[in-house]
């Protein structure tokens, strides 16, 4: 089945250790998304990637970061700058502009700093 | 930078309710999209509207793209207890950026 999958789906970091994200999708999708939900909030974005190799900062990339060395994959790393890490993290992969847009989320990471 | 307004915050409303939640953007836009996420879940998507006065149905659920291309509503026709969870609207503008403008969300409660 295509989809799109994040690991893991809970996560506990002690303060000041980085750490990464797992986003992998099987949908052939070119552009990819990481978001982040606080309580009440709505989603917002931190990085997205339209194209292998490539990925640009979205509104709150600060203390994070990105690569995307394949199409598949597109891993976030949290690292010791980010001042609050604890929140809920979205991966999303859409197929592009216009009809196909639609945006398609894993299941979520769930981060907390103890 | 562009900015979605979705109201209500909140919903209460008893089993067999119909609901409306609805979307305005600042700026006009060229998709507008409708998730629902249940807790702990990734949002999943339940209308995606292309077209200026689009009308789409999915089942229960009916949107549209408002005449403006700066809202869009949600409704929601004779509501069951797993309408319950939390929905999204989301647009993407005129600008060629593939990003993507996610309101705060609707917070749907069902009373049965």
């Known amino acids: 089945d295509g989809g799109i999958t994040q690991s893991p789906k809970y996560l506990f970091r002690k303060e000041g250790q980085n750490v990464t994200l797992s986003c992998e999708q099987n949908?052939?999708?070119?552009?990819m998304y990481w978001y982040r939900q606080d309580p009440g909030q709505g989603l917002r974005l931190i990085y997205y990637s339209q194209i292998v190799n490539d990925f640009q900062k979205g509104d709150i990339a600060e203390g994070y970061s990105v690569s995307r060395e394949k199409k598949e994959s597109f891993p976030l790393t949290v690292t010791s700058a980010q001042k609050n890490p604890t929140a809920f993290y979205l991966c999303?992969?859409?197929?592009?502009?216009?009809?196909?847009?639609?945006?398609?989320f894993g299941q979520g990471t769930r981060l907390t700093v103890v | 930078g562009q900015q979605l307004n979705q109201s209500p915050q909140s919903m209460f409303i008893q089993e067999g309710e119909d609901v409306s939640m609805n979307c305005t953007s600042s700026?006009?836009?060229?998709?507008w999209l409708w998730y629902k996420q249940d807790p702990g879940e990734g949002p999943v998507l339940l209308i995606a509207l292309y077209k200026a006065g689009e009308l789409t149905s999915n089942g229960r659920l009916t949107a549209q793209f408002g005449i403006t291309r700066k809202d869009s509503f949600l409704n929601i026709s004779a509501s069951i207890p797993s309408d319950v969870g939390i929905y999204f609207c989301a647009g993407q503008g005129q600008g060629g950026s593939e990003k993507l403008v996610f309101g705060k969300g609707t917070k749907l409660t069902v009373n049965p």
């Open positions: 999303a992969s859409s197929k592009g502009r216009g009809p196909g847009t639609e945006a398609f």
């Open positions: 700026s006009i836009f060229n998709t």
């Open positions: 949908l052939n999708h070119d552009a």
